[in-house]
């Protein structure tokens, strides 16, 4: 490759409109990643946003007949295959309607894992009850991996004697990944370390990352009035939004404060009625999913975002980016990839002790709000410096242009590991 020509790469992703935050993370760094490489995006979704042709071409991917060639003859005007490699990035989650396909896909074809999620047992459980992934590949590789106590696991969910989020602490799923990975490009030390000790493959660490708006917002955070609480996102019971409610009930009276809560609830009934049991209903607002402008608003005027995860599989939290990007203070569970995050960015919270750690950072606030001020701006010092899209793409662009050595090299380790 010469110094000026750009790396070949075919970007397989949820794009949107999906409603998935890596089709979001896909659109946040479009452009750059655009101007990087030769690139051509493929889904297998039926539809996606027009607005994407303004980038790249976008290819419909039938998941299970695609070969090498298909991604080689891409967009070639004169018929003919490029005389490169042609790097197939494929980002992994965890939820089987974006992912199933492309999990399919990587157990027959050599790619780049740009792996999102560790514990993906959730999602692959999902997908073989539905009929979207083998359920002898998917044994055949627990066998592979973890023995027979990776099968034993497996036959103790089958027979609801352990759940697949149990298996999930015991197995994370992403050496399922693994089987024709060319390299793996992941978001936290935590993933990548997981991945470096299979002795597989070449791994990458690459900061996640998010488009700051071109100047910081104009805070808007009052003094006046209740004290302004956000939780939002996909919302499962791992981000502890019960617990919350359990930490806020106590202060009622003593400290006046509202906590809008946004974005799809595992449970809303019973979290209504949680707040209700705990007298706090009125003080808690369901918005249910919104637009990002308005999502935006609620940060910008928030005294604390809360961003709690445990348990947690060491994933980089897109939610964080956008709290940063609003100059919201957070408090996070000091835990995976939060516990590495610099303690002058967020507030930390100890997992075994939460209520009481959370009674004192909320009364902390109500008494000086400069306290998240500092937080705050020091956290969007850090999204500036660490996670431009510009340094995204250009990392993407030196791994692809590894491709055909990273090849050799996963090859190699394969064999090895198999004598």
Partial sequence: MSPTSKPRVHWVSPLPNAQTDIAHYTRRILPELAEATDLTLWTDAPDWDRELYNFAPVRRLDSDRVTPRDFAMAGRVDGKPGQGPEAVFVN???????????LRMIQRLPSIVVLH??????CL??????????????????AR???????????????GEMSEGDLAHRFAGFELTLRHAVSVLTHTPVARDAVAATQTVPTYLLDLPFCPSAQPPEVIRSGIGPMRLVQFGYTGPNRRLQN????????????DFHLDVMGKLWDPAYLRQRAEELGIGRHVTFHGFVEEE????????????????NPTMGEASGSQMRIWNAMA??????????????????????????LPALHALIRQLAADPAAGRKIATAGRARLEERHGPARYAAAVAEVAGRFSGDAAAALNAKVMRSV
């Avoid at 459980?125 to 627990?142: I, K, L, P, W």
């Fill in 145 to 159: 991996w973890h023995g027979q106590a990776g099968l034993d696991g497996v036959h103790a969910v089958y027979n």
């Fill in 329 to 354: 203070p957070s408090v996070v569970t000091d835990l995976g990839w939060y516990a590495d995050l610099p303690d002058d960015t967020v507030f930390k919270i100890d997992p075994d002790h939460e």
């Fill in 125 to 142: 459980f999902d997908a073989m009850e539905r009929g979207f992934f083998s359920r002898d590949t998917y044994e055949a590789e627990m």
């Fill in 244 to 255: 919350v409610f359990e930490a806020l009930a106590p202060l009622v009276g003593e400290v």
């Fill in 117 to 122: 999620d560790m514990a993906i047992q959730e």
């Fill in 92 to 102: 992994i989650g965890n939820a089987w309607p974006f992912h199933a396909g492309f």
């Fill in 294 to 309: 308005f999502l935006d608003e609620k940060l910008k005027a928030a005294h604390l975002v809360f961003n709690l995860r």
